[in-house]
């Protein structure tokens, strides 16, 4: 698979390769996190979330990791297809329940 | 598909014009949002209505008004815009405001400001 230590504005993945998306916080006092997908085009799509009580989350080919200590958020995707290929946003609800957007990954998947 | 749906998809209006962008949910929802997105940034806040009632206004120009006839519907008036104003216009909603709950988008309203 292929990863990024560090954020990154763009990352190229071969298709069926299973990638990783990074994000770092700022606010050690969020409670929620969620990674939005969000293609050309179209509004952002909720893919996951994690309350801060949790340090790893599975949904379907998707899996979200949370490490507190250093404020740091991951998405990995597995066996990236055509379709996961869209901008990726980290988000994380603050004490005063606003939603603060990262800057956004552009994933694309070559064939 | 989003349950968040916007009209118009895309809006042109010249600077002079008064235009309104329309969004309406029927998840029940009792909180809603307006967020602006300018290409290849994320989403900012502009607006928050909770139960009807405006909760946050994150310092927009008087250009912009927001409106929440009723808890189902969110308006965006506009009136006055300059071209830097030309951005994607998202809409959210979200159970209630606050921590831990999920907030879902529309497809937008781009907006073009000539």
């Known amino acids: 698979g292929e990863s990024v230590g560090l954020h990154l504005p763009t990352l190229s993945v071969q298709e069926g390769d299973n990638s990783i998306i990074n994000c770092a916080y700022s606010?050690?006092?969020?409670?929620?996190f969620i990674w939005y997908k969000q293609e050309s085009g179209k509004g952002p799509q909720f893919i996951i979330d994690?309350?801060?009580?949790?340090d790893k989350r599975q949904g379907q080919r998707v899996t979200v990791l949370l490490n507190k200590t250093v404020k740091h958020l991951s998405l990995q995707i597995a066996a990236t297809q055509p379709g996961d290929s869209a901008v990726y946003f980290c988000?994380?609800?603050?004490?005063?329940?606003?939603?603060?957007f990262g800057a956004g990954t552009t994933v694309t998947v070559r064939a | 598909d989003t349950e968040v749906t916007q009209t118009p998809k895309h809006l042109v209006m010249g600077m002079t014009n008064k235009k309104s962008l329309k969004c309406e949910q029927h998840?029940?929802?009792?909180?809603m949002y307006w967020y602006k997105q300018k290409a290849k940034k994320p989403p900012e806040l502009m607006f928050v209505?909770?139960?009807?009632?405006?909760?946050i206004n994150e310092s927009v120009p008087s250009r912009f008004s927001p409106e929440c006839p009723n808890s189902s519907l969110l308006n965006l008036h506009l009136h006055a815009l300059q071209p830097e104003d030309s951005a994607l216009y998202l809409c959210?909603?979200?159970?209630?405001?606050?921590?831990?709950?999920?907030?879902?988008f529309g497809e937008g309203s781009w907006l073009t400001v000539v």
């Open positions: 209505y909770s139960y009807e009632k405006l909760s």
């Open positions: 959210a909603s979200s159970q209630v405001q606050g921590v831990e709950n999920t907030i879902y």
């Open positions: 606010n050690s006092a969020s409670d929620y």
């Open positions: 998840m029940g929802h009792r909180a």
């Open positions: 994690i309350r801060s009580n949790m």
């Open positions: 988000a994380e609800n603050t004490d005063d329940y606003k939603l603060s």
